[in-house]
């Protein structure tokens, strides 16, 4: 079960108002227990652009979020056990908040997981990758520019710390 809110930031004071008038309840099983994803529009990141003075650690308002999201579904009788909160400026548009809930792998198991900022993560990975076919010549130092630009304009990295955007 796939939702869609648009115009919304998970510090909304009414977002529970909102989650409500597009979550069909009656579409949950009561037997069954859920695990969800759900990607936010981190403004935090969008007003800085990733730039190297940011960080991107969990917040307050996460947490706060994750509460109501869970309150609401136990006000209800529904179980949920996987919570993942995942915070992006690339896949999503200003103020959209995508929601997807699926029968869990497991049963009475409760976990949060909080990501911030996706990019960091892709970023870090892609980098990783391109830093090991360097250092196995896989590719030239040219390549490697190359494709660090590259990663960075398809994950919107714009400003990354000098030292940080080379091997050596």
Not at 129 to 138: A, G, I, P, R, V
Request: charged letters at 30%.
């Amino acid at each position: 079960m796939k939702y869609y809110l648009k115009n919304t930031k998970i510090t909304d004071s009414d977002i529970m108002e909102k989650l409500s008038s597009v979550i069909d309840i009656a579409e949950f099983d009561l037997k069954k227990q859920y695990d969800m994803n759900i990607d936010f529009f981190n403004d935090d990141i969008d007003n800085n652009m990733l730039n190297a003075d940011v960080s991107f650690e969990i917040k307050k308002h996460h947490y706060v979020f994750i509460r109501h999201i869970r309150n609401y579904f136990n006000d209800h009788g529904i179980k949920i056990n996987e919570l993942n909160l995942t915070g992006t400026v690339t896949n999503l548009k200003h103020g959209q908040i995508n929601i997807e809930a699926y029968k869990s792998k497991y049963q009475d198991f409760r976990r949060n997981d909080i990501v911030p900022c996706k990019e960091m993560y892709l970023y870090a990975d892609g980098k990783n990758t391109l830093n090991f076919m360097l250092n196995t010549k896989q590719i030239s130092i040219e390549e490697y520019e190359d494709n660090i630009e590259i990663l960075q304009e398809q994950l919107n990295v714009f400003e990354i710390e000098e030292e940080s955007r080379y091997i050596n």
